[in-house]
């Protein structure tokens, strides 16, 4: 039986800006997997909610973005959570009355967690045991971070030629000589693999499931590119033969140039996937569900010249997605259609990327904000029920802040988008039709909908949490002091009550 079965409804809402719904000691940080987030999945339930949607939860990468991450398996020891380090008495009520810049107090403080982890008896035997049970990722992923603070953040194709070609005499000397900070790391990825899994029973008893994010590419600085070079479209020195991006569109008349390594579909197909299968099954440990981001890249994937400045100089290549589906059908023991992915289908949709997401069962996508412009299928009449209606995406302005854009511009299309919205809405001005236009996701046929946690606060622009081809500014919205109301739980818990989700 799919997740999806039932009408239902969720909040997206990374972690991270959970910072001030942490509980107790000054030192708890808040935003990370612990009594911060427990608030949070409190606040879900009594707000009528079946779903937490997160953005990946890997360890984040250039400007902090959790989609450019050094790791598709690892999680990010930024969401640890002191406060359960404490609780699990890792760390004493001591340990969190030392002083210090919060980044290197944070820092000490896992250190201290960690010493006194190897104080148990049954500190070494556990570590042990994990390390054995993720054996395919986790000793690579713990060398490749343990190399790069030696090497002092070097990008890992600029390392010594030994250890960038992964010579095994030059593994073996540096297993060796980095062995207490690999078992760190290691230790870390356990303590990750213990509070997620937690919150995760915590949320199940009360009635909420989470939902994860796979990004389709990994980063080229990344453990995964330096131990599975054959798996991406590198040369002898490990550089990128080509990158990936996507062609213009009406929003981006110069495409988008991402610069990730593209995937050699070919070894993948010949290995059976294997890669993608640990990586899903990674996921599923942790979530009910996962979005699958650019799900258009798993039917053709725009390919790059390294050297190009601007992604229209790309092509096309068709992608094995159809087999990799079935893989995960089968790899997963799920029933035709079974599979717990929704389909980030947003971009260049063409029939094949449909046929695929629909042959498989998949939840597509529709966006509010999008559907007063000239693509109409993003309007909630139009909705399918097998879609996932959202007002907007991490990528996407806030409701009110798109609404503020609408009603200011003065442009002949945005005054064709807003005599539309009116029409539609009945609503003379965007910016009074907050409610009414969360009811309109919710009361759409969708299967589900998630609303971005900022659009239920009623949130303008500066609470955006990304704004796609810029580098500064993003990934770091937080909740304010006392932003979280129940007020607002209790009008969503009856709104959706009486849409039936």
Wanted: glycine share 8%.
């Amino acid at each position: 039986m799919s997740v999806f079965d039932r009408r239902s409804s969720g909040v997206l809402c990374h972690p991270t800006s959970l910072h001030h719904l942490g509980r107790g000691n000054a030192h708890s940080f808040g935003g990370d997997l612990g009594p911060s987030s427990r608030s949070f999945v409190d606040w879900l339930s009594r707000a009528g909610q079946s779903w937490w949607q997160m953005l990946p939860i890997v360890p984040p990468g250039n400007e902090m973005s959790p989609y450019d991450s050094a790791s598709a398996f690892a999680g990010s020891p930024a969401l640890l959570s002191i406060d359960d380090l404490r609780r699990s008495r890792l760390l004493t009520p001591r340990d969190l009355t030392a002083a210090g810049p919060r980044g290197q107090l944070r820092q000490r403080l896992l250190r201290q967690a960690y010493s006194r982890f190897l104080q148990r008896g049954d500190g070494a035997r556990a570590l042990g045991r994990f390390r054995r049970r993720h054996a395919a990722w986790l000793p690579d992923f713990a060398l490749f971070t343990a190399l790069k603070a030696e090497l002092r953040g070097v990008v890992w194709w600029e390392w010594p030629r030994a250890l960038r070609e992964r010579d095994p005499d030059a593994m073996r000397a540096a297993r060796r000589r980095l062995a207490p900070e690999i078992d760190y790391q290691c230790f870390l990825q356990l303590c990750f693999d213990e509070q997620l899994s937690a919150l995760k029973g915590y949320a199940e008893e009360r009635g909420v499931r989470l939902m994860g994010d796979v990004p389709m590419y990994v980063a080229r600085d990344s453990a995964e590119v330096w131990q599975h070079p054959e798996l991406f479209k590198l040369d002898a020195r490990g550089r990128p033969r080509l990158v990936a991006g996507v062609p213009a569109d009406a929003f981006n008349p110069e495409g988008q140039l991402w610069g990730n390594p593209v995937y050699d579909w070919r070894r993948h197909r010949a290995t059976g996937f294997d890669w993608w299968l640990s990586r899903l099954g990674r996921c599923l440990d942790y979530f009910h569900a996962v979005r699958l981001d650019h799900f258009i890249g798993l039917s053709r994937c725009w390919e790059v010249p390294l050297a190009a400045t601007s992604a229209l100089t790309g092509r096309f290549r068709r992608v094995p997605g159809r087999e990799l589906l079935s893989a995960a059908e089968a790899h997963f023991e799920v029933p035709s259609g079974g599979l717990p992915f929704v389909a980030e289908d947003l971009g260049l949709l063409t029939p094949e990327v449909e046929r695929l997401r629909d042959d498989f069962g998949l939840l597509g996508m529709r966006v509010l904000q999008f559907g007063f412009g000239d693509d109409k299928q993003h309007l909630p009449h139009l909705y399918p029920e097998r879609s996932v209606a959202v007002t907007g995406t991490h990528d996407t302005n806030t409701l009110l802040g798109w609404c503020a854009d609408l009603e200011t511009t003065r442009t002949p299309a945005a005054a064709l988008e807003r005599r539309k919205f009116t029409l539609y809405l009945g609503e003379a001005k965007p910016t009074s039709a907050h409610h009414t236009l969360l009811r309109a996701c919710l009361g759409s046929v969708s299967r589900l909908s998630i609303l971005p946690l900022q659009d239920i606060l009623g949130l303008g622009v500066r609470a955006r949490m990304n704004v796609p081809g810029t580098s500064e500014g993003n990934w770091g919205w937080r909740l304010t002091r006392g932003a979280l109301k129940d007020s607002d739980a209790a009008w969503l818990a009856e709104t959706c009550a009486a849409y039936d989700r």
